[in-house]
């Protein structure tokens, strides 16, 4: 799945600067570490629904991240 993101993410950086892709992983890198916590406390571990919602919130969060990054830049 990350190769499928290798060109797109290069183009992003160029267009946008690094701080896009940063701000981007750096939001996904969180709302999956609060994911893992939250599924850690109420289910003791991970189940194919918490695996596709914590995708989910990955990757509004990387959105969410570039989109703050874009407008502040």
Do not use: K
């Amino acid at each position: 799945g990350a190769a499928w993101c290798v060109i797109p993410l290069a183009v992003a950086a160029r267009a946008q600067g690094s701080a896009f892709v940063a701000a981007g992983f750096l939001a996904s890198a969180l709302a999956f570490l609060a994911m893992q916590r939250l599924l850690a406390r109420r289910l003791q571990g991970f189940t194919g629904d918490g695996l596709g919602a914590t995708q989910q919130m990955c990757e509004l969060a990387f959105y969410f991240g570039a989109a703050c990054a874009v407008g502040a830049g």
